[in-house]
């Protein structure tokens, strides 16, 4: 973790009109065309979701922005940030479960499988350390969304992004999947939107090459 020196950023005033805004959160839904991570995940059967997972939290780390958190008016950048998803645990009830993020997928895809595995059956969702180098991800499988607002604490700096996908569909002869980010503005704009999405596109069509 270091602290980033915001007054010589080029984003300064944008960051000093949006950090003290009564909702200073925006987002997009893109549908990305997941094709070759479906085919691969078929053949290999591996789980669709964690190969997601491991990919969006890849490029979430790739850019520096969306590793920027706000604390106690400064700003900080972790150098490593790590998903914590929202896993069904029993009928209509989920937990959080927070995996560790390792660029090697065999290891991150081994550890997601242990850490559901412990979750199961289990709905305290207060059992985690109150921490920030994360990015909160949601999947609503039943739904193919073009829009998702996820929740904020807005009376703290909540300043974690919220990554979100629906349920993917085949259109032709591709397979897209609904993405929404949600992050807060005096950290991020679209541009840096666009360099996420850019990578998961980048990682999802060249799927053997990352993994």
């Known amino acids: 973790m270091k602290y980033v020196d915001i007054e010589k950023s080029s984003r300064?005033?944008?960051?000093?009109l949006y950090?003290?805004?009564?909702?200073?959160?925006?987002?997009?839904t893109v549908n990305v065309d997941m094709t070759q991570l479906y085919l691969y995940c078929k053949k290999t059967n591996l789980s669709i979701f964690k190969t997601v997972l491991f990919f969006?939290?890849?490029a979430a780390n790739s850019v520096t922005e969306f590793r920027y958190r706000l604390k106690e008016d400064k700003v900080i950048e972790y150098e490593m940030i790590h998903p914590s998803y929202t896993l069904l645990?029993?009928?209509?009830?989920f937990n959080f479960c927070t995996v560790e993020f390792d660029a090697n997928f065999n290891r991150f895809y081994e550890r997601a499988v242990i850490e559901s595995e412990k979750l199961r059956g289990n709905i305290d969702i207060y059992h985690e350390p109150d921490r920030d180098d994360l990015i909160f991800v949601s999947c609503v499988p039943w739904l193919a969304f073009t829009q998702v607002i996820q929740p904020v604490n807005t009376k703290t700096a909540d300043s974690i992004p919220r990554i979100a996908w629906g349920k993917y569909e085949k259109i032709g002869d591709t397979v897209k999947l609904p993405l929404g980010v949600q992050a807060h503005h005096a950290l991020m704009d679209g541009l840096h939107l666009s360099r996420f999405y850019e990578k998961v596109q980048e990682y999802f069509y060249n799927i053997e090459k990352y993994l």
């Open 89 to 93: 645990t029993v009928e209509d009830a």
């Open 12 to 16: 300064k005033y944008l960051y000093q």
């Open 56 to 58: 969006v939290s890849k």
């Open 19 to 28: 950090k003290n805004m009564d909702y200073p959160y925006m987002g997009v």
